[in-house]
């Protein structure tokens, strides 16, 4: 039995959306929310909404790659926003919304900047690509009452394509 796990980390505008949809992805094992890619430790939803931490809304995606690999990770995240939005997804305006995706090898990076580059050259979107691309750092898991929320609430109350 194969019990190698990897990690990704995204982020995609509000991480309520983005959760429910890489959970329905088989190979998926677990799934987290929090805050990522800022300079306070430990913050709190209010203070990532402040704008004033550098944090982004996240998903850390816990997975089997013998099940899903990390491109077809990467797929999911490229098709289920903008990632041409600058700062804000749908009605969701704010850094802590912008289009991130944080790697956590050089294989992801490599990943990453190559279907990037090709999404760009495809033309699909009109606008250049806003989607930053960074070595992971610390992640924060959000409060407890943000984990699988629109599973526990029902819904869909956040932009996602």
């Known amino acids: 039995m ?3 796990r990897e990690t990704a980390i995204f982020g995609a505008g509000c991480f309520w959306g983005v959760e429910q949809a ?5 190979g998926v094992i677990d799934t987290t929310v929090g805050y990522a890619g800022g300079h306070t430790a430990n913050p709190s939803y209010r203070e990532v909404c402040s704008g004033r931490t550098g944090h ?3 998903v850390r995606v816990v997975f089997d790659p013998a099940r899903v690999s990390y491109r077809e990770l990467l797929e999911a995240f490229w098709s ?3 990632p041409t939005q600058v700062n804000r997804q749908g009605p969701d305006v704010g850094s802590q919304y912008r289009s991130l995706i944080l790697v ?3 294989e992801q ?3 990453a900047r190559e279907t990037r ?3 760009e050259s495809s033309r699909q979107f009109p606008e250049r690509i806003a989607t930053e691309i960074e070595e992971a750092g610390p992640f924060w898991a959000a409060e407890d009452y943000h984990q699988r929320y629109l599973e526990k609430h029902g819904g869909a109350s956040c932009h996602t394509r």
């Not at 890489?22 to 088989?26: A, L, P």
């Open 2 to 4: 194969n019990d190698r």
């Open 104 to 106: 956590g090898s050089p």
């Open 109 to 111: 990076e490599a990943a």
């Open 22 to 26: 890489f959970r329905r992805i088989e």
């Open 117 to 119: 580059a090709a999404l």
């Open 80 to 82: 289920l926003h903008d």
């Open 56 to 58: 982004a809304e996240v």
